[in-house]
């Protein structure tokens, strides 16, 4: 993948072990990867940054926020934003009953971040 040819993640998850064992493994298979820790840097990135190509997120995230509620808006503004949400309670996501939620991938943690690679790859081609 050249430079300038790389896709943009962008990882919305509060733990900080699980953001950076995530940022490393994407950004060692070539991916630019931007983080946020919660919705409100999640809202910020979203705002100031014009190229995202996926956003991974979590659904428990502080301050009240679910990923679903990041993801809706962000669809919206960026329909071809590709979405995938982490959870370790992914009914939870699922019994939101959003329509991004009959779309998005799930992955429950803990999960394998081959598993991941290939979910991404297959989304993004």
Do not use: C, W
Not at 39 to 59: C, N, R, V, W
Not at 89 to 99: K, L
């Amino acid at each position: 993948m050249s430079e300038d040819a790389q896709d943009v993640v962008l990882i919305v998850e509060d733990e900080p072990a699980i953001l950076m064992v995530l940022s490393h493994y994407l950004a060692d298979q070539g991916y630019r990867v931007l983080q946020a820790e919660n919705g409100e840097q999640a809202f910020e990135i979203l705002a100031s940054k014009p190229h995202l190509d996926m956003m991974i997120t979590d659904y428990r995230l502080p301050g009240g926020i679910t990923g679903v509620q990041i993801a809706e808006p962000a669809v919206k503004l960026r329909p071809e934003l590709k979405v995938i949400f982490i959870s370790g309670y992914p009914q939870e996501i699922r019994e939101t009953e959003s329509p991004i939620t009959l779309k998005a991938p799930i992955l429950e943690k803990p999960f394998d971040l081959d598993r991941l690679q290939e979910l991404m790859q297959e989304m993004l081609s």
